[in-house]
């Protein structure tokens, strides 16, 4: 199937994406477009529904092309079925939801969140072990009033926002039995998991900076590029009420301002998608990444908790048989019962353990990628403005020269 060939590849800045395609037709593929954002409803209960293409010869797929109708709360309902069923796996974040209502409409904060959709969705579908899901399948094929019904009954992983509440008082809890010596936590001791770990975390903290001063980068751009256009407005006034060769220099100055002014927009839109968004993709994916590990966490500690009841269990067993009582049977058929338990979370810690490894290989060699081509996006469009706003003012220093030697 599909390969995973980098996020950069489905950006675009137009309303379609550039999916994946088969290399022929002889051989399967899967390629999924999110496209047409259009806004649905009024007040509240307005949203954002997407048109999702997918073209594919699979022979899981009721057809060759299937058009259908989602909205964000679907993606959602995929990333959370993929989550709780690929333990070990990265699966792909999701664009955050915007709080600011004046935002959630914008023209730009659609087109990106489509953007990041459609990326989402197909490193699903290049994924060798995601794209085999049902759940994809369902997602990309099955009708609104289907989708609707599934995602009334899972909502996502925090069913509402008072489990997510929940989540943190029993985290903050368990920190307190431990810092208070009533509970010491288990945890792996093996080293390469805690270089792992503290790769990820420092890995968040460097992208969350770079990220945030990108975003001061796009903001300058804009606020250079509006004070050009304000400050050529006035420059042509100013020549036009001066009618000579210093009032032909001023309007040529304001004209020029005003066409750098377009420039600096346009190169503010471009590293806005080339170069911040895809920096912020990748903290969401880290974010992700560090879901896993508490996911690994948790198995290990399922894992050893089974354990220690299960020597708890064998000694009360062995106790039961030496006084030859009549609960030996009970206590026999619980003990087998738990026995498999513990079995299967060994088995299921050693899988995480595996994909997890295999994983992150995967990781750094798409971020090696990925941020390679982000990075030199940016040195190549800032190399370009910065040509295009010396050329522009070289060109106006003869006029100026003459007015100022005359």
């Known amino acids: 199937m599909v390969t995973f060939e980098g996020m950069e590849q489905h950006r675009t800045s137009s309303g379609s994406s550039q999916s994946p395609r088969s290399p022929s037709s002889s051989q399967p593929f899967l390629s999924v477009s999110v496209t047409d ?39 959602v309902w995929l990333r959370d079925r993929l989550f709780e069923k690929y333990k070990g796996i990265f699966i792909p974040p ?32 290049a994924h ?60 792996e001791s093996d080293p390469e998991y805690e270089k792992l770990k503290h790769y990820i975390f420092e890995l968040e903290n460097h992208l969350a900076e770079a990220q945030k001063h990108a975003y001061r980068l796009v903001k300058r751009h804009r606020e250079l590029g509006q004070s050009l256009s304000d400050f050529g ?32 927009q346009k190169e503010a839109q471009q590293l806005l998608m080339s170069f911040e968004e895809p920096l912020k993709d990748y903290v969401r994916a880290v974010q992700s990444i560090k879901a896993t590990i508490a996911e690994r966490a948790n198995a290990f500690r399922r894992q050893c908790e089974l354990a220690e ?14 006084i030859r009582s009549d609960k030996v049977a009970e206590a026999e058929r619980e003990y087998h019962e738990l026995k498999a338990e513990s079995e299967q979370a ?20 798409q971020k090696t990628l990925d941020m390679g081509i982000a990075f030199h996006e940016f040195a190549k469009g800032q190399a370009r403005l910065a040509n295009g706003i010396a050329d522009a003012w070289r060109s106006l220093l003869p006029k100026l020269e003459a007015c100022s030697s005359s």
């Open 37 to 75: 954002p259009v806004k649905l409803g009024n007040g509240v209960q307005a949203y954002i529904s997407y048109r999702v293409i997918t073209k594919t010869n699979c022979p899981e797929y009721q057809g060759p092309e299937k058009i259908v109708i989602r909205r964000y709360s679907d993606f």
């Open 94 to 125: 999701l664009p955050e939801k915007s709080a600011v209502e004046k935002f959630r409409f914008s023209a730009e904060f659609i087109e990106m969140r489509r953007q990041a959709l459609d990326v989402f969705v197909n490193r699903i579908a």
């Open 128 to 187: 060798h072990e995601l794209q085999q899901s049902e759940d994809l399948r369902t997602f990309l094929q099955a009708e609104e009033e289907t989708m609707e019904r599934l995602r009334s009954h899972e909502t996502g992983i925090f069913k509402k926002p008072s489990d997510l509440m929940q989540i943190f008082k029993d985290v903050q809890s368990k920190v307190s039995d431990v810092v208070l010596g009533k509970e010491k936590p288990v945890e």
């Open 233 to 264: 407005k006035a420059v042509k006034l100013l020549g036009a009420s001066e009618g000579n060769a210093l009032g032909k220099a001023f309007s040529e100055l304001g004209i020029k301002s005003e066409i750098l002014s377009v420039k600096l």
């Open 309 to 322: 009841t299960m020597k708890l269990k064998e000694i009360n067993l062995d106790k039961l048989m030496l």
């Open 346 to 365: 060994t088995k299921t810690f050693g899988t995480i353990v595996k994909l997890m490894n295999e994983e992150i290989g995967r990781f750094q060699e």
